[in-house]
């Protein structure tokens, strides 16, 4: 890279993380456990991106053995999220609020009420136990719920007690504590802006800092990992790899209450509510393919009000403390991509998570480890390995 930059070399790392979501930090935490020397490379501040962006809704993994490969992702991710809780709080103090909060799925459409009811089937192979509940049971949750109406007639509630959430930008915050406890190096607003290789090794990350233009840095590691979320397709092209991984923009609103409101999450379709233990209430979302423009927009904002009012009256009158959007990693198949960034073998990739970053993240972090290490994975990658169907 021709330069008149300051060059520094950042070495001897058993590990380099390029990017600093909450699935790279999972990674990092999961692999300095094992004792690895461990960097974390992140174009802004780490945890600030779709990570921090969405609302932590953890739904219930099956309780029974599966085949599937995103419900053995689910399942292994559901069972260790409480031990990540419990492993966070007391490592280093902060509750990141994972509770078993229950969650409450309404359908008022016909289109709805086909889905929810086909859900229903797909709960009980599962095993997961749900149940349908009458107006008077949704009251007994909350007063603050509304009747929904379908067409002319009552809308129909379902009761799914193990779904869970967190609050992420908690998680986010604990998870960067822990990553200073275990000696993990943290290059904030630090952009890897190529990863140069010779044969089937790359060798080396060649990144610029945003905070010192005149600063250059090449971190050198036996493994590197790739966690850069809707940003992958553009650093993998200059090595020739392509993927399916675009970005989808998800918008958000913040709404603070004197009170919690409602103890569980509240879904329908792709709408939900997210209440915190402070009375806070998280709303959204869209699926919006707008390329990499995160920002929000007043009708979206509009929209996600007047869904919210519909399901909880109580809202209208409640304060909106913030909206924003970010930008999540969709693949062209639902499924991330976890393994090795072939032809490289000490590369490796965790990306393409899209809505659920942050609820398959605690698996992702085993998995990875567990394949870095060489050693048999919990489940089986090959379903989420990089070169899959069409992409080459």
């Excluded at 998870?175 to 993990?184: E, G, P, S, T």
Aim: glycine letters at 8%; a negative charge.
């Amino acid at each position: 890279m021709q330069s008149d930059a300051e060059v520094s070399l950042a070495s001897h790392y058993d590990l380099a993380v390029l990017g600093g979501g909450v699935v790279g930090l999972s990674i990092a935490v999961q692999c300095a456990k094992l004792g690895w020397r461990v960097c974390v490379v992140e174009r802004g501040q780490v945890g600030k991106e779709a990570s921090w962006a969405g609302a932590g809704i953890l739904p219930a993994g099956a309780t029974v053995s599966v085949d599937d490969p995103i419900e053995q992702l689910r399942q292994l991710s559901d069972r260790l999220h409480e031990e990540w809780a419990a492993w966070l709080l007391d490592f280093t103090q902060i509750d990141n609020e994972y509770r078993r909060s229950g969650g409450l799925y309404l359908a008022r459409s016909p289109a709805e009420r086909a889905t929810l009811r086909g859900n229903c089937i797909w709960w009980e192979e599962l095993g997961i136990g749900y149940r349908k509940l009458s107006m008077h049971e949704v009251c007994n949750l909350s007063a603050t719920i509304a009747p929904i109406e379908s067409y002319g007639s009552a809308g129909e509630y379902y009761w799914i007690q193990r779904d869970a959430k967190l609050r992420n930008p908690r998680h986010l915050a604990a998870l960067k504590v822990a990553c200073r406890k275990l000696n993990i190096d943290l290059f904030e607003h630090t952009e890897v802006l190529e990863l140069n290789a010779s044969g089937s090794t790359i060798e080396r990350a060649e990144c610029a800092s945003d905070l010192h233009e005149d600063h250059r840095m090449q971190i050198v590691a036996q493994r590197y990992c790739l966690t850069t979320g809707a940003w992958t397709a553009q650093l993998l092209k200059p090595l020739g790899i392509e993927t399916g991984i675009y970005p989808v923009r998800g918008q958000m609103q913040l709404y603070r209450f004197d009170q919690i409101p409602f103890p569980c999450v509240i879904n329908e379709g792709h709408r939900y509510m997210v209440p915190r233990e402070d009375g806070r209430v998280l709303v959204g979302s869209c699926e919006e393919e707008v390329g990499f423009v995160k920002a929000t927009t007043q009708e979206m904002m509009e929209q996600l009000k007047a869904w919210a009012v519909s399901v909880c009256p109580k809202l209208a009158q409640a304060t909106l403390e913030s909206q924003w959007s970010g930008l999540r990693p969709g693949s062209i198949d639902a499924f991330p991509y976890l393994g090795t960034l072939y032809p490289y073998t000490n590369g490796f990739i965790a990306a393409g998570h899209f809505r659920h970053g942050l609820h398959w993240s605690t698996a992702t972090a085993l998995l990875m480890g567990q394949h870095m290490q060489g050693e048999s994975t919990a489940i089986d990658l090959e379903p989420f390995r990089l070169h899959r169907g069409n992409v080459q």
